[in-house]
């Protein structure tokens, strides 16, 4: 837990933990905070392409852990959150991290249904190309 994800001003520091999508940077992963509280976190495409966004929710260990053994679709994970979703926002060098309703999530923000993690921990050791 030492590569830095972002600093958000009512969270502190997010490290990356697992990455589950990588495509020229990690797309689906978790992070944590130096506390050990866990996010699931999702890219969501944005226009213009300078702009990041993604969608961030705090997850139980015990959880993440269930989202890991394909025993949770994604969808679930972000529509029927244990606590609060947060946009988070990167124009340039500001970030935000604004709550929102799971019920405001558009079909383009979200997984589609029946979509995994299909995580393998192995997976994670091997050298980039």
């Not at 976190?41 to 852990?65: C, D, F, K, Y």
Request: proline residues 10%; charged residues 20%.
């Amino acid at each position: 837990m030492n590569e830095l994800f972002v600093r958000l001003p009512s969270i502190g520091e997010l490290y990356y933990h697992h990455t589950y999508l990588y495509y020229d940077e990690p797309l689906v992963f978790s992070c944590a905070t130096k506390a050990m509280q866990y996010y699931f976190v999702l890219a969501v495409p944005s226009i213009p392409p300078a702009n990041e966004t993604w969608l961030m929710v705090p997850i139980s260990s015990g959880r993440l852990s269930k989202a890991e053994k394909n025993a949770i679709e994604l969808r679930d994970l972000i529509v029927n959150p244990e606590t609060v979703i947060f946009q988070v926002d990167r124009i340039g060098t500001d970030v935000s991290a604004i709550p929102i309703d799971p019920s405001a999530l558009t079909e383009k923000m979200l997984p589609e249904a029946g979509e995994y993690l299909d995580y393998s921990p192995a997976l994670e050791l091997l050298p980039s190309p």
